[in-house]
């Protein structure tokens, strides 16, 4: 069965700062992996997702996440933070079959100090 | 970029009365709709897939009887809480796939249901 651990319940950095939100994974076969943010009172936005292409992906608001599989990691960073970017952010893991369940980790709330 | 919209935002109602939440894909035809819900500070728990114009699959643990789902037609699906108690309070929130759409949901803003 799939699913994903969101090492870190909080993160918070400083403005301007690296930002790095840990993910590992778990997977019978090669997974499709994606990273979601929520703001408050939004719905969850799709920053972006691995499909078994290039093990670094780009996304959007300047993240990035790469797929390690000799680690089965696939870490949100960002390379300065944004006042902007404190939200709750999710790792997810699409199911097996043809469902297209994702399966959520518990979350990453990061804040961002001026 | 896919729009999907919930109504209502939020919603307060009595216990032992029943809610709708609408789930509507505004510019693309959804063959999959997929209700989750949230509890404060917690993650997503997927409750059921629905596929247009058949039954939805609920994920154990999930009362079909309780939670009602209905997707008649591509770009709606309707989740009714039956006979809401308290602990039915929480945020529910919808996604939608299109139809050639193998990984990508497009998220709904959520509905805020409080049963007093």
């Known amino acids: 069965a799939q699913s994903v651990t969101q090492l870190d319940s909080h993160v918070s950095v400083s403005e301007g700062t690296p930002v790095l939100l840990r993910c590992n994974y778990s997977s019978s076969y090669s997974p499709s992996l994606f990273w979601y943010v929520q703001h408050p009172n939004k719905g969850l936005q799709l920053l972006l997702k691995y499909t078994s292409a290039a093990t670094l992906v780009k996304g959007i608001n300047g993240f990035e996440a790469e797929f390690k599989k000799s680690e089965t990691s696939f870490h949100l960073t960002k390379p300065s933070a944004h006042m902007s970017d404190a939200a709750e952010y999710f790792c997810v893991v699409r199911g097996g079959g043809n469902t297209g369940k994702l399966i959520f980790g518990q979350g990453t709330t990061l804040q961002v100090k001026p | 970029g896919a729009v999907v919209s919930q109504h209502p935002s939020w919603v307060i109602c009595k216990s032992g009365t029943s809610v709708k939440i609408e789930c509507r894909s505004l510019?693309?035809?959804?063959?999959?709709m997929f209700w989750y819900r949230q509890f404060p500070k917690q993650s997503l728990m997927l409750m059921a897939t629905?596929?247009?114009?058949?039954?939805?699959?609920?994920e154990q643990g999930v009362e079909k009887d309780k939670f009602l789902i209905n997707h008649a037609s591509l770009t709606l699906s309707t989740l009714t809480v039956t006979s809401a108690h308290p602990e039915d309070s929480s945020f529910y929130i919808c996604?939608?796939?299109?139809?050639?759409?193998?990984?990508?949901?497009?998220f709904g803003p959520g509905t805020r249901l409080t049963v007093l």
């Open positions: 996604s939608a796939r299109a139809r050639d759409s193998k990984d990508t949901q497009y």
């Open positions: 629905s596929n247009e114009g058949s039954k939805a699959t609920y």
């Open positions: 510019d693309f035809q959804a063959t999959t």
